[in-house]
């Protein structure tokens, strides 16, 4: 640094027009002038000099062993005089580099141009015992040409770790080398004749090994020696081979460049690599619903460190073991984006953990733009999709990123949703999860559950793009109407040529406008966009259903699948029996109880009868004679009523608060929102820009944990309640267990039987602890299912972040998908379709789907689902078939033109 300083300022000087007498460039020795001249070739001449070296060792040893011609005094010269050019060099060589290279290189110009003899093996010492030398220097300029340099001709790039390897592996060489040159030119001055090579072989053995040879020490001189090699083997060598095997045996597996196949295309993985997060993002990417794509494209992961125990379990999984690569190097350096081989990728994704909060959360994000704008520098062309944690900084990344995701932000909008629209988050991870038929399939046969056909069809159904060229000139609602009618697929919303999206939009399709349709499969996409006909190929069909008079036979299911097993119903109510550990079923005016295995024998009609009378079980699985042994909670302080109490386990984040109030406040514009936080707001700055207490909100300091501070919150006479974790993971088995203890007071406290409870985790493996759940069998290919099928999601009153993580991977395939997605969680004035829940009324009480959505069509209003009530409480039907038997006790989730 001080050098480039001195240069400037010597140019500067020589250019300026004030020149004094005191210091100009022209009264700046020559000397110095050319050193700073030649310091970009400081590293060739190194280069040079070990070159030369090299050649001088080389002819030595040629000249010892075999005859020919004698040039090793002409390179002693000319490596003599080269080394003059040091002189001029910006660092300047030690004293010790100096003697060595007169004492190499002057003893055979001057012996052989001014001596009598000609030969070196003919030297008598103590001449010729100046000739090793040169093999100690060669060790001393090779150590200069492989130290790291700034500006530099020829950079010869390593790897820290392979660095040391070189040099450690380069001392020890040469001090045998050295040492061998030493013996073997005294052997030869006893005429003893030994080659060279011999020599070294027997001194590597002695000094590593200790072993014995052929070649025994005759002189004292000569043992004297081997001694002297013995000790300095003894010392030196162990400690340095100690830490070359050291060095050898930390160098990464992964450490590895990643080689393009022809024929395959890869996407880059970087950030934050959890284990949980990387397998939720493979399990979507790698999903064939997406098509031949996924089968021909590599994931590979980028990545500072090594990868944890259960990452590596993940990369040695068979279904990914030959579909992703593991690449150790630093994240932010253009080197490792080569190793990546990013310019020739498909795309960049930047995943960030799953839980940040606070100060946490601004540097989480700082370190994604950092990435991101490495990544734009090195290619600009790249697509980048990432998530972020916070939604004021998504503004960052407009030029940054293609696709940008908040997914604290998208849990915060869809746990408001969730008040409004129940089973509103179940709904739309249905549709961003892919899930094959074949899988579907498989588990369908491996359950007994009545409900789970119904809302296996549900979870089936996922969002595609398609062109709506073919229906240009026609309403959007005959469009909607037309397309469910022939191919049974949702048209709910399109994007028009400006790229603006609109939902449930009252308007003429132009012909160039692309439009999204939810459906089970990618075929059915295909032919609504080619206009083609569809074959009747859904797995699930519907028996015994008359579609003029749509009343099923009692004696058949609504419906069975392909190749599963029939669910057999008995009416007879008799030989039922009920066990302490069944989920029980209490009627409202106390009329007795009715087991789980009874209610699956009735027949469909029966069964919605039945649950008519039915009262809801808490959300928290409490045994119902645990739960009435629960001493009824009587409040001390009744300070609110009727509202929303929001118990946050962490800070409080006013934007990701905002997120939460905005969607709630089209519905529900003056209920009261109560906010019980053990810390305060984390940035009061923005909480005043906010301006939260004309948004009817207020604060209340405590912890949720507590019971006192839920009174003072008015846990009692709440009407909704929401918890959200904290974002602190010191166990991922148990970060969600003050959720858990929150909601379990919350039940015990409230008075209000009617009371709502929504919560998200981090862990979905919790969920099993939550609701109506059962044990199962737990094999690993149905594990997605049993969380899907999971009433305390199923029903929407909880979901966690780990399942949006696939939404970041689905927007790969589906460009649109996240803005779809933030206009149905924070829906717009401007035509933007609100989804709501809608009682059936009298007269479409026992007609089929298709029916009722052609009723609502009618309206203007989407019909875009069911939230059904079934054996273990509510679940959300998307799409549903057209012959589903609509109940009066069903709630119709439609989109709405306007609020």
């Known amino acids: 640094m001080l050098t480039g300083i001195t240069t400037t300022l010597l140019l500067r000087q020589k250019n300026s027009l004030e020149v004094t007498d005191n210091f100009t460039y022209e009264k700046t020795p020559w000397r110095l002038r050319l050193m700073f001249s030649l310091q970009n070739y400081q590293q060739l001449r190194n280069i040079v000099d070990t070159l030369l070296n090299f050649i001088f060792i080389v002819s030595y040893i040629h000249l010892l062993d075999y005859a020919g011609l004698n040039i090793d005094p002409y390179i002693a010269l000319i490596l003599l005089l080269f080394s003059g050019t040091a002189f001029f060099s910006v660092s300047k060589p030690s004293w010790t580099f100096i003697i060595l290279t007169l004492v190499s290189t002057v003893p055979p110009v001057a012996l052989y141009f001014f001596g009598q003899e000609r030969r070196p093996t003919l030297l008598t010492p103590p001449y010729s015992f100046f000739y090793p030398c040169r093999f100690w220097r060669f060790h001393l300029s090779l150590m200069k040409t492989l130290s790291p340099g700034k500006n530099t001709f020829l950079r010869i790039r390593f790897r820290q770790t392979t660095k040391k390897i070189i040099v450690i592996g380069v001392s020890i060489f040469n001090i045998l080398l050295t040492v061998t040159a030493f013996v073997h030119l005294l052997e030869r001055s006893q005429s003893i004749d030994l080659d060279f090579f011999s020599v070294f072989y027997f001194i590597t053995m002695s000094s590593t090994t200790g072993l014995s040879t052929d070649i025994v020490p005759d002189s004292i001189l000569s043992r004297v020696v081997i001694l002297l090699i013995m000790v300095i083997g003894a010392i030196f060598l162990p400690a340095n081979l100690a830490e070359l095997l050291e060095l050898a045996s930390s160098r990464s597996f992964y450490d590895r460049k990643y080689k393009m196949k022809k024929g395959q295309g890869h996407v880059v993985l970087m950030g934050d690599c959890e284990a949980i997060l990387i397998h939720d993002f493979l399990r979507e990417f790698f999903c064939l619903d997406h098509g031949a794509e996924t089968m021909t494209t590599i994931v590979v992961i980028l990545n500072s460190e090594e990868p944890s125990a259960d990452l590596v379990a993940i990369l040695n999984d068979p279904m990914y073991s030959r579909r992703v690569q593991y690449v150790k190097a630093p994240e932010i350096s253009f080197r490792s984006f080569e190793k990546a081989a990013i310019d020739k990728s498909k795309g960049c994704f930047i995943l960030s953990a799953r839980v940040s909060e606070g100060k946490a959360a601004r540097l989480k994000d700082a370190e994604i733009v950092m990435r991101a704008l490495s990544l734009r520098k090195f290619e600009p062309t790249i697509p980048i999709y990432t998530n972020i944690s916070l939604p004021q900084n998504k503004i960052h990344f407009k030029f940054l990123a293609e696709q940008v995701l908040c997914i604290d932000e998208l849990k915060m909008g869809m746990l408001a949703q969730n008040l409004i629209s129940p089973g509103f988050s179940t709904a739309l991870i249905h549709l961003t999860i892919s899930v ?464």
């Open 436 to 899: 094959t038929d074949n899988s579907l399939n498989n588990f369908l046969k491996s359950t007994t559950e009545y409900w789970h056909l119904e809302y296996a069809h549900s979870v089936s159904q996922e969002i595609y793009s398609i062109s709506l060229n073919l229906f240009a000139g026609v309403k959007f609602n005959d469009v909607v109407l037309d397309i469910y009618q022939k191919y049974q697929a949702l048209l709910f919303a399109f994007c028009k040529g400006d790229g603006e999206v609109a939902i449930n939009h009252d308007t003429v399709i132009n012909g160039d406008e692309i439009g999204f349709i939810i459906t089970r499969d990618a075929s059915i996409a295909s032919n609504i966009a080619n206009g083609n006909k569809t074959s009747d190929s859904d797995c699930y069909h519907y028996t015994g259903i008359d579609i003029e008079n749509p009343e099923p036979s009692s004696s058949k299911p609504l419906f069975v699948a392909k190749n599963v097993k029939n669910i057999h119903f008995n009416n007879d109510l008799s030989n039922s029996s009920s066990s302490t550990d069944e989920l029980v079923y209490k009627g409202k005016k106390g009329k007795g109880t009715i087991s789980e295995n009874t209610l699956l024998k009735l027949s469909p009609p029966t069964r919605r009868k039945v649950l008519e009378d039915v009262e809801e079980m808490p959300a928290i699985s409490l045994s119902q004679e645990e739960f009435e042994k629960v001493p009824e909670f009587k409040p001390t302080i009744r300070k609110f009523k009727n509202h929303i109490l929001i118990c946050n386990l962490g800070p409080i984040i006013p934007t990701l608060l905002l997120a939460f109030i905005t969607p709630l406040r089209h519905q529900m514009k003056n209920i009261l929102i109560v906010v019980l936080s053990p810390e305060e707001i984390d940035d009061k700055h923005d909480a005043n820009d906010f301006d939260f207490e004309k948004k009817n909100v207020v604060f209340v300091t405590g912890s949720a944990l507590l019971r006192k501070d839920l009174d003072r919150a008015g846990v009692a006479d709440c009407s909704f309640a929401v918890v959200t974790g904290s974002n602190k993971i010191e166990n991922l088995r148990t970060v969600d267990s003050n959720v858990l203890l929150v909601v379990l007071n919350i039940e015990a406290m409230s008075l209000n039987k009617n009371l709502r409870i929504v919560m998200d985790l981090v862990y979905t493996e919790n969920l099993k602890f939550i609701g109506q759940s059962k044990p199962r069998a737990g094999k690993q290919s149905f594990q997605l299912f049993e969380q899907l099928t999971e009433p305390s999601f199923s029903s929407g009153h909880c979901f966690t972040q780990s399942m949006l993580n696939s939404v970041l991977a689905n927007s790969f395939f589906n460009p649109y998908l996240i803005k779809l997605l933030s206009l149905l969680v924070f829906p717009r004035e401007n035509g933007t379709g609100f989804l709501r829940h809608v009682k059936v009324k009298e007269e479409l009480d026992g007609k089929i789907w298709r029916v009722v959505f052609e009723k609502y069509i009618e309206k203007g209003v989407v019909p875009f689902g069911v939230y059904r009530k079934g054996e273990k409480g509510y679940f959300v039907i998307v799409n549903p078939d057209q012959f589903l038997q609509i109940s009066k006790l069903d709630f119709i989730i439609c989109l709405t033109k306007c609020n």
